[in-house]
Nanobody, 115 residues
Framework: QVQLVESGGGLVQPGGSLRLSCAASGFTFSAWAMSWYRQAPGKERESVAIITAGGSTNSADSVKGRFTISRDNAKNTVYLQMNGLKPEDTAVYYC?????????WGQGTQVTVSS
């Protein structure tokens, strides 16, 4: 079965950096696009960044120039490098894969940006 396991969240000061990882299993990882989403308290879940099977990327305007999505197909892992973190980036971050019209989610990892 499809499994997505995020790691790397934590507490960081404004301006700091974190790298999130998502280990995938149960499907042919290299064949599918992977995404990162986030959900802040009291807000809807929003898309952060996506990387296609071919390696093309796109990200939300709010994180452009600060966050970078990448993938390592040999490790079945997708990453989200987050630099220049702001308090408004505080949220639970989720890894996601859409496979044959089915959306799969990880359990999420908390990112808190605070001084």
């Amino acid at each position: 079965q499809v499994q997505l396991v995020e790691s790397g969240g934590g507490l960081v000061q404004p301006g700091g950096s974190l790298r999130l990882s998502c280990a995938a299993s149960g499907f042919t990882f290299s064949a599918w696009a992977m995404s990162w989403y986030r959900q802040a308290p009291g807000k809807e879940r929003e898309s952060v960044a996506i990387i296609t099977a071919g390696g093309s990327t796109n990200s939300a305007d709010s994180v452009k120039g600060r966050f970078t999505i990448s993938r390592d197909n040999a490790k079945n892992t997708v990453y989200l490098q987050m630099n220049g973190l702001k308090p408004e980036d505080t949220a639970v971050y989720y890894c996601s894969a859409r496979i044959f019209r089915e959306q799969y989610w990880g359990q999420g990892t908390q990112v808190t940006v605070s001084s």
